[in-house]
């Protein structure tokens, strides 16, 4: 492998990673605010259709006579990436309400409604994709002008000459899109918020001790909602990324194909920070990137299967879960509702 | 603790209430899609119901939907939550395809018991790697057995590429098995007495899932090992207090768990598709987590909870025929609302009756 | 600078220095079917100390949860400093300067102590002002009141009294008036909670107002200006502290005069059943809670364990009842070495004749959902009686065997369908102490028989043991009541932090002598 | 119980009404059912689905039409329209095949056809085509068109059929620039690499990084993916079975047409003319089951010299002057 290569696959991952990224800090938010998240999956799907299915109404031409499987658009040009983006969070963010509601309001199982939301999600955007577009439950293909295309950053080129870093500026850091960039800057600012404003100071001792929090004046269920909504924003933008910046364009049925789960793996790898959550996002897009490249890894003693590379990022939660390096303690009041005791 | 509700509004009034909602609820999406909903169900009860045809296939489901529910209800009792009913049954397929495989040249009678236990052995190993990490290691079973869905998975890719599937074949599929693995499928049995029904995949397993519903409530409720895991499952301080040891119990639990979840391999792998295919397992393992929740896991609401299923199952997919503006997504929608209603947003029915009867009662009082 | 200065009264309900702190006027909440508190009224002047007292469950967390906000009345008025206030929640209490320290901390273990106090009373969006200005208050608050703590530390690693600590300066921080503490004793030495009562004595003298809930009496005399008396949900009497007894207290209590001491006839006491020697335990957190523990149970005594809660009283019942499990020692049953160290197994205990009433019968000692004749044999369930075929239980056998506990202990309802949620707190340890006296052991261990119990089944309970005392069987008896210990112990061990401090006989010691024990300090040691 | 009634009566009305329905159509009732992916994957099974449009507007024959959600749905599918009548059945997809062999033994009155996929019944049409041919004509135009002597090629699931594909386009390509250089990638081992563009473009992205300026693709709906990171580096792609041109006008060179539609579209006419015959037959350059596409969206992108060479070829595969090795053959490929 040359250094052309390897640029190329650290590439590959970075765009790989950055959904998972952005769903892993989703779920970092809530489940730090005490409400655990399986339905990840669920809202980034969500996300990925409601984006797509407003970019294509936003952002494809109007057409005076539209055969089946075109769309008469809006035309809106940049804006409709707008619209799709919010459009995407939206419907996010109305999925981790619904999910607020169960376990913050009613009290109810949060695994459960993980679970639910992730069939809702995977059952009503085809639904209501075949009402709308009539395509199966896919969406058009999206116009230009509703995605997230690669920007190349000032100076690439120039720089290029540089041994080593020169090319890795321009091949692996410059030539992303604008959401990967998003992606990478939400770290930082996640780990700001926890630890730097009282904001985050509240949403992590609502996750550890909710008792303490009520007792200090502070609204639990508030707070609680506020997380569930961040982490609706984050699963949103992840979902936004899927449909609007891959070569995807647009929706396919269940197009997540997981990740969701891969981000909750990530996330207690990451043992609930946002530092670490970007490493296991990495590696774990670096698996996949590996993966999607090589159907086999021959490291001159044996090949190492394809399906392998695909379980380990599930094997290596395990392995953390287990303990047996480094044990991942989750917050503690997470998955339990918070009932006032007598 | 006092209780402020009756048991029959415990468990026949509430999840009357809350399948009603999720319905209705499913009802607004067909109207929102354009189609009439009292014609969708119509639909969805004629296909399931209306012709021998349609509760054979209805039945199928149906077993499947038995052998997960029942799997997910013993240890909802010990207060454990499988959710890898998905990855075990998967992972039994291999087992039961192995066995059939290996006999399918002697008789079925002989195949059958093997076939069982070759399900439930693989079943039951792939749930006890998270048991024995919960019980030893504390790691979150909820999340280990979710990975292990994941990870079974690719295991079973590997194999179907690798060892198991026809040399130079394309599909990702076994060999069919021979004649002396095949387990006799209902229209078959109808006609040794005589009956004519319509070839449908429905076979002598669903009799097994009868069986299994049985054995599993004497389990439950009349068996030590039942009162030991029901009390594990209200309190693991209280079991410990008693001298029941928290590693057996979950260990028991989880492994019969993952047995019962393999057994549905017995339904699809050698009842119906007679070969081991990529996708033997078709969500069933997480039908099993609505059906456990909407029978109370009991053996008897489990039984009522997959025809349900199977109805929804069978129906769903001659709606998908009939009405093709209604794709088959729709079942996953019903299943989620399903599991939303009677799962995670049961309290919004609860908290009201419950205030209505401490109301009532104090009327009466 | 003194952080009182900066109190200059609630802008919105500026109070006159005549009228009472608190005034509360037919407060009643419900739970559910249960009264919690019933028309309860009661007035504290500003700058004293007013201790309310009652029995666990009486109301006294309720009613005072109701002052923080923490539950709704369902009906009355609280009135702060004269001015009518109603506080929907924690954050209304706070602002009309209530502070409470509750029984059990409400502390984040994983944050710091500063990170602790700031919570929820931040100046602004970002953290660091308002950490930077808690820790200068801080400081000057640990000065003017002897409360000292490391700002920097992290909760979970400090000791409960520091712990505690700081919940009091979470209070003072928010400039709280008036100070609720619940129970705060419970889990302090003596020495520790003379010091707490010297910091309230303070708080006192800077004009605060601090209400104290307890159900010790000791600790009423030593530090109240007034004292309330709640009974089952409701206040019986308010009295000056200077002008009662603890005797006449005790009575408005429990609503009857108290039965000092237990009609038994003298201790027949036979051969050792049991030795401990060496006995240790180390808890997961690498703390030792017990410290090599050298103790003899003997035929037809009862041997009391008293001790404040939290040293090693439990460990012991947990390890000798098979709960958990031993880090070394030994521990010799009927002259057979029993082997603790291994792992925990209450079921090998039972099989050695060792029964155990728990401490705690709700989480361990019943099974809630189960009904009666469920639980009347729950641990004992393995024996061969209980077994039909095939792995299945006898039912019918359970039934009878539980009918007949259920009369010969007097539960009532006498129904062993009913589930166990649905008794009494006494009927409920009726059945506990029925299955485990019923099993016939050699050795009983009894943690708190008579907590949350109501007094006629207390003086059953108390006569049951007796009684088995008398056919010859040992029994370690651990309660926190000393008058319980006193009363029917035949011999009594006193445990501070892990290890016997002292040994006495019941007709030698008194409450003083066993408090001194209890905080480490043996006053005959020197003699 | 007014509800169950409702429901009751509504399930009586509906028997009726199908069986209506039924009786209006009972003389002839094609149908056709589609692969995972769904008809609308731009790709083979939306060439199914046209072919089928195609019959149903000139003859004015309603088709009835299922897309399966799983492989077990296969069975089920294929029964059910044989049980209600359904004459032809056609099948699209290799997957089909051990589905195709129970059913179809159960109904031996019922004409089915399948494709990509040989069933050895006697009321079994089975139609397989000779991508090969195909794929070796594109690869002649992805190496003339290509300006850096790479291309690349993009499969779904890595099976045989998809190996065939790639076999006569790597011939192709040699053939026009025997040093061009191929990168071949294939998405995945399962049903799942029919369906993953996102796969699909950083594969394409992956070659085009390496050099490549031509990719073609045989992955179906993940193909979408691979067009759209061609279209978006501003490179071009090669579509696949449905004309792909219109997707990206311009930036797709042409498409490899497999003429899936004529299959299906052959099978209900010569059924409904009585004429369905079973057995094995092969489409290929020689009977239009394969070629390439050109149309307004592409004719700039291809010159004249490079029509006149890929007719040439395609007169000469027709003639049997160029033989282009099939995959399926002897499970090997002799150009890489």
Known sequence: ?342 | MKKSLPTWADVVLIPAINVFLAFFVAGLVVLFIGEDPIRAMGIMIQGSLGSSYGIGYTLFYATNFIFTGLAVAVAFHASIFNIGGEGQAGVAGVGVALVCLTVDQTHWLLALPLAIMGGAVFGAGWAAIPAWLQAKRGSHIVITTIMFNYIAAALIIYLLNNYLKVPGAMALETRGFAEGAQIPAMHEIASWFGASISRTPMNISFFLALLASFLVWLLIWRSRIGYEIRAFGFSEKAAVYAGIKPVKIIMIAMLLSGALAGLMAINTVMGSEKRLVLDSVLGAGFVGIAVALMGRSHPIGVILAALLFGVLYQGGAELAFEIPSIPSQMILTIQALVILFTGSLENMVRFPLEKLFLRLNRGTA | MAVTEDVTGQPDAAPTTTAPAIGLTGISKAFGPVQANKDISMTVQRGTIHGIVGENGAGKSTLMSILYGFYKADKGEIKIGGVPTIIHNSDDAIRAGIGMVHQHFMLVQNFTVLENVVLGAEDGALLRPSLAKARDILTSLAKDYELEVDPDAIVGDLAVGLQQRVEILKALYRQADILILDEPTGVLTPSEADHLFRILEGLKAQGKTIILITHKLREIMAITDTVSVMRRGEMTATVKTAETSPAQLAELMVGRRVLLKIEKAPAQVGETVMEIRDLRVVDEDGVERLKSINMDLKRGEILGVAGVAGNGQSALLEVLGGIAAATSGTVTMNGEAMDLTHEADAGKRRDRRIAHVPEDRHKLGLIMPYSAWENACFGYHDRSEYQAKAGLLNRLFMRDDARAKIEKYDVRPPNCDLKAANFSGGNQQKIVIAREIESNPDVLLVGQPTRGVDIGAIEFIHNQIVALRDQGKAILLVSVELEEILALSDRIIVMFDGKISGERLPSETDENDLGLLMAGIDPKANQ | MNILKTLVGAAALLGSATLALADGHADFKPAVIFDLGGKFDRSFNQASFEGATRFSEEFDVEFREFEIQSDAQREQALRRFAEQGNNPIVVAGFAYGSAMETVAAEFPDTSFAIIDMVVDLPNVRSVVFNEHEGSFLVGMMAAMKSETGKVGFVGGMDIPLIRKFACGYVQGVKAANPDAEVFQNMTGTTGAAWNDPVKGGELAKGQMDQGADVVYHAAGGTGRGVLQAAADAGKLGIGVDSNQNYLHPGNVLTSMLKRVDVAVYNAFKDSMEGNFTAGFSVLGLAEDGVGYAVDENNETLISEDMMKAVEDAKAKIISGDIKVHNYMDDNSCPAS
């Open chain 1, 1 to 342: 492998m040359d250094l052309a290569e390897l640029y190329q696959l650290l590439g590959t991952t970075l765009r790989l990673a950055t959904p998972l990224l952005f769903a892993c800090l989703a779920g970092l938010f809530s489940e730090r605010a005490g409400i655990f998240d399986i339905g990840l999956e669920g809202k980034m799907l969500a996300a990925a259709f409601a984006s797509a299915a407003v970019g294509a109404y936003a952002g494809l031409p109007p057409l005076a006579d539209p055969f089946p499987g075109q769309l008469s658009g809006w035309g809106l040009g940049w804006p409709a990436a707008l619209l799709a983006v919010l459009a995407g969070i939206g419907a996010s963010v109305l999925m981790a309400l619904l999910h607020g509601f169960a376990s913050i309001t009613l009290r109810g199982n949060q695994l459960i409604s993980g679970v639910a939301i992730n069939f809702l999600a995977a059952g009503a955007t085809v639904l209501i994709g075949v009402t709308l577009f009539n395509l199966g439950g896919q969406t058009p293909n999206l116009p230009d002008v509703s995605r997230f295309k690669e920007i190349t950053l000032p100076l690439a080129e120039t720089l290029r000459g540089i041994p080593l870093v020169g090319p890795f500026y321009a091949d692996v850091i410059s030539g992303q899109n604008l959401l990967v960039y998003v992606g990478l800057a939400t770290v930082p600012l996640t780990w700001w918020i926890l630890f730097r404003t009282r904001f985050g100071l509240r949403l992590r001792a609502v996750g550890e001790n909710p008792g303490a929090v009520d007792t200090a004046g502070i609204n639990v269920a508030r707070q609680r909602y506020a997380a569930v909504i961040l982490c609706g924003v984050l699963c949103g933008l992840g979902g936004c990324y899927l449909s609007m910046a891959t070569a995807a364009a647009g929706f396919g049925d269940e197009m997540t194909a997981g990740r969701g789960f891969i981000a909750l793996a990530a996330l207690i790898f990451a043992k609930w920070r946002p530092w670490y959550a970007l490493s296991a996002c990495l590696l774990f897009g670096l698996l996949e990137a590996i993966s999607a490249k090589y159907q086999s890894l021959d490291i001159g003693l044996f090949e190492i299967p394809v399906q392998f590379m695909q379980a380990l990022p599930y094997i290596l939660t395990v392995v953390i879960l287990a303990g047996f390096v480094g044990k991942a303690i989750p917050p503690k009041a997470g998955g339990v509702p918070y009932v006032k005791e007598r």
